[in-house]
C-alpha cells in the first residue's frame, strides 16, 4: 500500500475552497467547512494522511517539508484555486521527485484532459466519484485497469479509462469520524450559523433536483440521492458525540437531506435519542408535520437555497419550487422555532435591477434568521456555465473569473442590460438592506445578551462582516 497523503493545499488567506465547500470563496466571516470528500478516500486507505492547510494555517513550506513521508498525493482542487494548486504540487514534486500527484474534484472531473495539458506535473486524476479510484492507485494497481482515472504515461501520453460506475451501496464507505480525529482540529472550523464547535457529514451522495447552476450533482454526485442505511448514520454520530464531547451542533450536508423524507424522519428520531442538535440542507418545501417530528427531535436549524424572490428566475433555473410554497414552509419553521439560514444568488439568467429588488423585499419578509449572498458562478460542467458561454455571458464570451486576487467571489456573468459591475455591488446593498433593520438588529442583540459565548463571537464576525462590506464596496 502506497503512503498516502490527502490535501487541500494552502491558497489564499481565509479562503475556503475545501473539499465540503460549495463556492469556493474567501466568505463574508471566516468560514470553513469540513474536507468530508478528502477525508472519505483517507478513511479507505490504511495509514493515509490528511492535511486541510487553510483553516490550520498550514503554510507551503510545512506541507512541502514533509514530501518525503509519502508516495502519493491526491490534492482536491477547484476552479479558483486550481492555479495555486497547480504551484503546491509543483513544489512537492521539487521536493520528492518520486511522488505520484493526483488530482480529485469538480474542475478535474468536467476537464481531466485539459487539467493534465495544462499542468505536467499533475501524473492522474480520479474523475467523479473518486473514492475507490484513489484506492486503487494506493494498492499500486496498474493505472490501465483503474475506472475513473485518467493518467500521463512514463512517456507523458494521456490516458482515459473508462468511467467508474456510480456507487450504489454507500455503507460500503467507512466512516470519516476516525479520519477527523486523527487529522483534523475541529474548533478550527467556523460556519457563522451553526454552533461552535461543530462537525459536519455527508449520509448520502445526488441531488434529484436539476438546479442548472448547482456544481455537485452535474459534475460528481449525479442526481439520483443514494443513502447511507439509517443504522449507519445514527452510528456516526453516536461515534462523533463520544470522541468529540464539546461539538455543540452536526450538520449533515448532503445537498438536499429532506429528499427522501422517511429516512430523514427515521434519522431525526434516532437522534432524539441520542440527544444531540442538528442541522441539515432542505429545499423549501418540507411539510410541517415532518418539521414539527424533526423540531421534536433535536433539529435547530435548515440550510435553504432560495436563490430568488423572482418565480421566472426560479423557473429559468430549474429550482422546482414555487415562491408561494417557501413562503408557507417558511412560516411553519417560524412557528416551531425553526431557525433558517436563507441562501440567495444573484446574477442568474433573467436578472434585473427590478428582480434584485424583489429578491431583497422577498428575503426582508420572509425574515430567515441570517443570510447568505452569492453571485452566479457558472462552473465549468454545470448547464450554467454552458449557457453563459453560448451567449456570451463570459468575459471575451469565455474567459471565468470567479474570485478576485483575495480570493473573494467576483460576478462572473454579465448581461448586456445588467453589468457585472452592478450586479457584484448589489450584494452589499442587499446585506445591509437586510441586517441594517431595527427589528433585525434587535434580534441579533438579544441572540448576544442570552449567551456570553454567542456575544464573543458575534462581535468577532461584526468586526470581519464590516470589514467584508468596505472590501466589497472597493
Request: glycine share 6%.
Amino acid at each position: 500500500m502506497l503512503r498516502a497523503l490527502f490535501l487541500q493545499a494552502p491558497s489564499f488567506d481565509g479562503f475556503d475552497g475545501g473539499a465540503g465547500s460549495r463556492y469556493q470563496a474567501k466568505r463574508e466571516i471566516r468560514s470553513f467547512w469540513f474536507p468530508t470528500w478528502l477525508a472519505q478516500p483517507a478513511a479507505l486507505i490504511p495509514g493515509s494522511k490528511l492535511i486541510d492547510a487553510p483553516p490550520a494555517d498550514i503554510t507551503l513550506k510545512m506541507v512541502t517539508d514533509q514530501a518525503n513521508d509519502f508516495d502519493m498525493v491526491v490534492i482536491h482542487t477547484s476552479v479558483p484555486s486550481f492555479e495555486s494548486d497547480v504551484k503546491c504540487a509543483e513544489a512537492l514534486k521539487a521536493a520528492n521527485p518520486k511522488l505520484k500527484i493526483g488530482m480529485i474534484g469538480a474542475k478535474v472531473a468536467v476537464q481531466s484532459d485539459k487539467s493534465l495539458i495544462e499542468a505536467p506535473v499533475i501524473d492522474f486524476v480520479c474523475r467523479n466519484e473518486f473514492d475507490f479510484t484513489c484506492l486503487e492507485v494506493a494498492e499500486e494497481k496498474p493505472w490501465e485497469t483503474i475506472l475513473g482515472l485518467s493518467y500521463r504515461d512514463a512517456a507523458g501520453e494521456i490516458h482515459h479509462n473508462p468511467d467508474r460506475p456510480i456507487l450504489e451501496e454507500m455503507d460500503a464507505l467507512p466512516s470519516v469520524i476516525g479520519v477527523y480525529e486523527r487529522d483534523l482540529k475541529i474548533e478550527d472550523y467556523f460556519i457563522g450559523y451553526l454552533k461552535h464547535p461543530y462537525v459536519s457529514v455527508y449520509t448520502g451522495r445526488g441531488c434529484k433536483s436539476r438546479c442548472t447552476f448547482c456544481l455537485w450533482p452535474q459534475t460528481v454526485g449525479g442526481h439520483r440521492y443514494r443513502t447511507r442505511s439509517v443504522e449507519a448514520v445514527i452510528a456516526e454520530i453516536a461515534d462523533a458525540k463520544k470522541r468529540f464531547p464539546q461539538v455543540k451542533e452536526f450538520m449533515f450536508d448532503d445537498d438536499t437531506f429532506t429528499d427522501d423524507l422517511p429516512r430523514a424522519e427515521a434519522i431525526a428520531e434516532g437522534l432524539g435519542k441520542l440527544g444531540v442538535t442538528w442541522s441539515c440542507n432542505a429545499k423549501a418545501n418540507v411539510p410541517r408535520r415532518s418539521l414539527e417530528k424533526f423540531k421534536k427531535n433535536g433539529l435547530r436549524l435548515l440550510l435553504v437555497g432560495y436563490e430568488s424572490g423572482n418565480q421566472q428566475i426560479l423557473f429559468n433555473i430549474k429550482k422546482g419550487m414555487r415562491v408561494e410554497v417557501a413562503e408557507r414552509f417558511t412560516r411553519d419553521c417560524h412557528d416551531l422555532g425553526i431557525k433558517i439560514h436563507g441562501t440567495f444568488i444573484l446574477g442568474l439568467p433573467g436578472e434585473t435591477q427590478e428582480t434584485i429588488e424583489k429578491t431583497i423585499e422577498y428575503a426582508k419578509e420572509i425574515n430567515p434568521h441570517t443570510i447568505q449572498v452569492s453571485l452566479a458562478a457558472p462552473y465549468p460542467g454545470t448547464t450554467l456555465y454552458n449557457q453563459a458561454v453560448e451567449n456570451g455571458w463570459l468575459q471575451e464570451n469565455k474567459v471565468i473569473n470567479l474570485v478576485s486576487k483575495e480570493g473573494v467571489q467576483l460576478a462572473a456573468i454579465g448581461y448586456p442590460h445588467l453589468s457585472r459591475e452592478e450586479i457584484y455591488h448589489h450584494v452589499e446593498s442587499f446585506y445591509k438592506r437586510f441586517y441594517f433593520r431595527p427589528s433585525k438588529i434587535w434580534e441579533i442583540v438579544r441572540e448576544m445578551l442570552l449567551s456570553w459565548d454567542m456575544m464573543k463571537r458575534r462581535l468577532r464576525e461584526g468586526v470581519e462582516f464590516f470589514r467584508f462590506l468596505r472590501a466589497h464596496e472597493a
